[in-house]
């Protein structure tokens, strides 16, 4: 049964000459195990070393694909290449650095086999890493959680397995800044999860340093959420209820009621109050236009309205 089926294994490369020899033996005698018909496609995202020609050694390899950026492009981007030339039943994605673990594609198969439509590879633990990157992780989707509108598992990792529909689905996103998992995680469909522990990169230097990875989270903030981009309105209208009622004490009290704790407050300090209530007022109104961006922001993202399972679920027969 599983002979007749595709499964496409997609890997971004990025400097990798040290670790593809050796990930390819390891990769094709899993996959030579597994049974499956199965197409290695490598995304080499513009390396700068001799990866490109590491991959034109193994290419005599009819199941080996090789797609050439002609320039760095990011993994994401990797990702969606990989993505949009896949052929097979499902594709699974992994890092070319040994860092997810070979040995686990058996189990996301069999967890595919059993109905999960995407198998996300999740990270145990982090230890491998340096304190910034492991903190900014943490925080990156405590934030992310709480403000987007579809939630991501923390530490979920590219490390998974998608179904053909799912990548169907996903090849119809057009928006130019994306987080691959984001993206799957906003498609839904029948998810299942697997916990690994992350092993040392085998080789090379990790290409994501701190600050690629600041950008890549400010990204990931302003297309998965409004919120950003809303918090000036909210600061203007806790402004304005705070500031609008004491101001209003202050004038009645000190010019009309003449209460005693009122009449104290001096020119400057009612000039105060009126310039942080007019200032409330303002970003008030960059909230309203931020509102409108908002919407424009959605138009233009133009993600589908609804997804469908497809029709292999044919409900109205
Ligand atoms: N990668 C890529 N383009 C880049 C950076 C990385 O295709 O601009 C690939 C890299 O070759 C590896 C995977 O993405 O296969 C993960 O990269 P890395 O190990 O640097 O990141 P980390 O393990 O820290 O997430
Ligand atoms: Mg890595």
């Not at 049964?1 to 593809?20: H, Q």
């Not at 094709?28 to 049974?35: C, D, F, H, M, P």
Request: net charge positive.
């Amino acid at each position: 049964m599983n002979a007749n089926k595709t499964i496409s294994l997609i890997v971004p490369v990025f400097n990798e000459a040290k670790n593809i020899p050796s990930f390819y033996v390891a990769l094709k005698e899993i996959l030579e195990t597994s049974g499956y018909r199965y197409e290695i496609l490598f995304i080499n995202d513009g390396s700068e070393d001799s990866s490109a020609e590491e991959l034109v050694k193994i290419s005599g390899d009819e199941r080996v694909k090789i797609l050439d950026f002609s320039r760095n492009f990011g993994k994401e981007i990797a990702l969606t290449a990989g993505l949009n030339h896949c052929s097979g039943e499902a594709a699974i994605m992994i890092d070319a650095d040994f860092q997810h673990p070979l040995e686990l594609i058996p189990d996301f198969l069999a967890k595919w086999e059993r109905g999960a439509e995407v198998v996300v590879g999740v990270r145990q633990t982090n230890k491998n890493c340096g304190l910034i990157k492991r903190y900014g992780s943490f925080l990156f989707y405590k934030i992310i959680n709480r403000i987007s509108e579809q939630p991501l598992a923390p530490n979920s990792t590219d490390f998974r397995l998608l179904d053909r529909v799912v990548i169907d689905e996903f090849n119809k996103f057009t928006e130019r800044n994306r987080l691959t998992r984001a993206l799957i995680a906003w498609l839904g469909f029948r998810r299942e999860y697997i916990y690994f522990e992350a092993k040392e990169r085998r080789d090379g230097l990790a290409a994501y340093n701190v600050r690629k990875l600041i950008s890549l989270a400010m990204n990931s903030f302003i297309s998965l959420s409004l919120f950003p981009l809303k918090m000036a309105g909210y600061l203007g209208i806790v402004i304005v209820l705070l500031v609008g009622p004491f101001g209003l004490y202050v004038l009645i009290g000190k010019y009309l009621a003449g209460w005693y704790y009122a009449s104290s407050f001096s020119g400057p300090a009612q000039l105060a109050l009126l310039l942080t209530f007019l200032v409330g007022i303002v970003l008030c109104s960059l909230g309203l236009v931020a509102l409108y961006i908002a919407h424009i922001h959605k138009e233009v993202l133009g993600r589908p309205l609804y997804v469908l399972r497809g029709k292999r679920n044919k409900i109205y027969e």
